[in-house]
């Protein structure tokens, strides 16, 4: 039997979840964001595939997507029960015979599986999700991860789909850089001015020219992924946090100082509560500020490894100094880097003094 890497992605995951338990909205154009207000400072956390015909998508502001859906049902974020219905579809995967299951998220997973009819398991693992969840979703096979992450996106909806080194490029040849997961938008300009907008072009593209542009790393990295080569093993070790942020959009632009300060105080004392329940030491910190109207700006620095609250804040707050004085702000956030396990273990971080 050969070996295969399997993608699932639940179909609309938190629209279908708010579905289930409202079964009129079915067939609805349906958004989730924020506190379901779309008179407030908000994004689309997930939208219905009919509500992404008229064009709304993650990210988009919700006031935007109610102007262009003003009959959408619009409802507010409940990450608990997304939760929940996510760990009962990785326990469903985790139960079929022979997965071994790595997590990417809420609504999606690697399976590895040994058969001879990849499509056959894939056809099952649905008809199993569909039953225990009632939930779809999407598989895509490949022999390698990025294959079948890939490939995901051709069996949408409810569908199955197969990418393998031998129709790779002739699936994805004449795609957009931009279709390779990994690279977004600023990575594909990138390649552009090196003359490179296709997958195949990726595929056959000059290592030195990508090494100058990327670096040694990153440079080969972007060649292999054109070629949709890379791990074909799913690794289901336990994901570990390398680190928590907060962040949080105000509905009124702040400006004052003291205003600034006491927000991203509160946020700090939200992310080392987490921190905390983690146990590991804090190793750098970084702060984001989003400028009205829309102009982000990122502030990070390194901590000596610590478990030293005080310490922490204190150098928190000298990023905080750096927020430019009397520009209003509309969005703060903060993150704790950590020390990972490995670190940990190994005693290359103090003793604890406490959180």
Known sequence: MHTWVLHVDLDQFIAAV?????????????????????????VVSTASYEARAFGVGSGMPLRIAARKIPDAVILPVDAPTYLAASEEVMA????????????????????????????????????EVLQRTRLHCSIGIGDTLVRAKVATG???????????????????????????????????????????RTVAELAAGDEAALVAEF????????????????????????WVAR??????TFQADIVDPADIEREARRLLDAVLAEVAADERPVVGLGLKVRYAPFLTKTFTKKVASTFDRSDVVEKAMELVAKIEPGRPIRLLGVRAEMAMPDDVREGHTPTRSGW
């Not at 690697?110 to 499509?119: H, I, L, N, R």
């Not at 789909?161 to 004449?174: I, K, P, Q, S, Y």
């Not at 680190?243 to 949080?248: A, D, F, N, P, Y």
């Open 154 to 196: 051709f069996g949408k909806p409810r569908g199955v789909f197969r990418l393998t080194a031998e129709n790779w490029l002739d699936v994805m040849g004449a795609r957009p850089v931009a279709d390779l997961w990994g690279v977004g938008s600023k990575i594909s300009k990138r390649l552009g001015l090196l003359g490179i």
């Open 243 to 248: 680190g928590h942020s907060k962040e949080t």
């Open 18 to 42: 708010e579905i289930l338990r409202r079964p009129e909205l079915a067939g609805k154009p349906v958004i989730v964001g924020g506190r379901g207000d779309p008179t407030e400072r908000a």
């Open 215 to 238: 670096g040694p790393k990153m440079g080969l990295w972007y060649r292999q992924l054109g070629r949709g080569d890379g791990a074909s093993v799913v690794d289901d070790t336990p």
């Open 92 to 127: 469903t995967l985790r139960g079929q015979p022979g997965a071994v299951v790595q997590v990417l998220g809420w609504d999606e997973a690697f399976v590895g599986v040994s058969t001879d009819d990849p499509e056959a398991y894939a056809r099952r693992l649905q008809a």
